[in-house]
């Protein structure tokens, strides 16, 4: 069955925590009609789900490699990299950073800071201050999306909440996109109050199995029901009835 998406940029394989091969995701996206597919696996600093530098390299040679196989999809060089700092730091460096087709960014609670005092501030804050935490987490967001040059911010507030007004806002202000994550829909409040900021949205699957890829069905129903705009998500078909 056909993807309502054209592409899906948010795709995990073997390299970090998903269970299919690169190739495998790509012959998933050929079956369900996109014409793009980004491989993001999890960055390098999330403990036992991250890919290695090493991997990296050699995933990076297979995209390659496929691209010139497959000629009726484009294969993307991504990463899910980690927010870890309340400065919006990630754990990809610029030199990896340069290597890839676009960056994602997103916070999971697996990830080890490179500070002692934003495992403070983002972890442990969060069992103590749930206000406090969603004050750091939310500077945590609003400065990767100033600093990093993301193309869209992952599932923000699932891990630990953030003032999505001022997330959606930054989003805005610097063409980055929002994630609407079907493993994860965004709740329908906080929907609303990003619809609000004027910010552009993106449905992904964040695929950890290859029949996962370019689904994003509850990620579709949660945008209908805040009543966003279909011209507003960037990846959606023009009838999204297919």
């Not at 079956?31 to 991997?55: M, P």
């Amino acid at each position: 069955m056909q993807s309502i998406i054209t592409a899906d940029y948010h795709t995990h394989t073997v390299y970090s925590h998903g269970t299919g091969s690169v190739e495998e995701n790509v012959l998933s996206a050929i079956e369900k009609g996109l014409c793009e597919i980004g491989i993001s696996d999890h960055g390098f600093r999330q403990i036992a789900h991250g890919i290695s530098k090493k991997g990296y390299l050699k995933q990076a040679d297979e995209i390659r490699k496929l691209n010139e196989k497959y000629k009726n999809i484009r294969i993307l060089s991504s990463v899910e990299a980690n927010i870890v700092g309340t400065d919006g730091s990630i754990d990809i460096k610029q030199e990896w950073v340069s290597k890839l087709d676009y960056l994602i960014a997103g916070f999971h609670r697996t990830a080890v800071p490179w500070r002692v005092k934003d495992l403070i501030d983002l972890q442990f804050t969060a069992l103590i201050s749930p206000r406090k935490a969603r004050r750091n987490m939310t500077d945590a967001d609003v400065a990767a999306i100033n600093t990093n040059g993301l193309m869209l911010i992952t599932h923000p507030g699932e891990y630990i909440a953030v003032d999505i007004k001022r997330v959606a806002e930054a989003a805005s202000s610097r063409n980055v996109l929002i994630e609407i994550n079907n493993k994860h829909p965004m709740s329908k409040q906080n929907l609303l109050i990003a619809k609000e900021t004027g910010c552009r949205f993106v449905l992904s699957s964040d695929a950890h199995r290859p029949e996962d890829v370019g689904k994003v069905d509850r990620a579709y129903d949660a945008a209908l029901s805040a009543g966003i705009e279909c011209d507003r998500i960037i990846n959606l078909r023009k009838d999204p009835r297919i």
